[in-house]
């Protein structure tokens, strides 16, 4: 059973860049899938941010792409988004998830509130 968890600041002022790291654990990030972060801004839908794939490539969402960067630490097999330029619009619950297909996902961290304000 995969799980993921995860963690970082609830917090973080404008301006700032938001840093979240998801932890895997009873799978890899290096064998296969996609692993993605996405954010639900309240009273609003889901809305994918970006992935990075097994082999290291990485995908962002258009919209997003100019502030968003995500990596990995094999060693930990962890993940990790950063959204540089943060302002209240990104206020959201952040989720990191293991994506098996074109809009299909198989496991979910809880998910983490992330709120942007001075």
């Known amino acids: 059973q995969v799980q993921l968890q995860e963690s970082g600041p609830g917090l973080v002022k404008p301006s700032q860049t938001l840093s979240l790291t998801c932890t895997v654990s009873?799978?890899?990030?290096?064998?296969?899938?996609?692993w993605v972060w996405i954010r639900q801004p309240p009273g609003k839908g889901l809305e994918w941010m970006g992935a990075?794939?097994?082999?290291?490539?990485?995908y962002y969402s258009p919209s997003l792409k100019s502030r968003t960067s995500i990596s990995r630490d094999t060693s930990k097999n962890q993940f990790t988004l950063q959204l540089s330029s943060v302002t209240p619009e990104d206020t959201a619950v952040y989720y990191c998830?293991?994506?098996?297909?074109?809009?299909?996902?198989?496991?979910w961290g809880q998910g983490t509130q992330v709120t942007v304000s001075s």
């Open positions: 998830a293991r994506q098996t297909g074109w809009g299909t996902y198989d496991f």
């Open positions: 990075i794939a097994y082999n290291g490539i990485t």
């Open positions: 009873g799978g890899s990030t290096t064998t296969t899938y996609f």
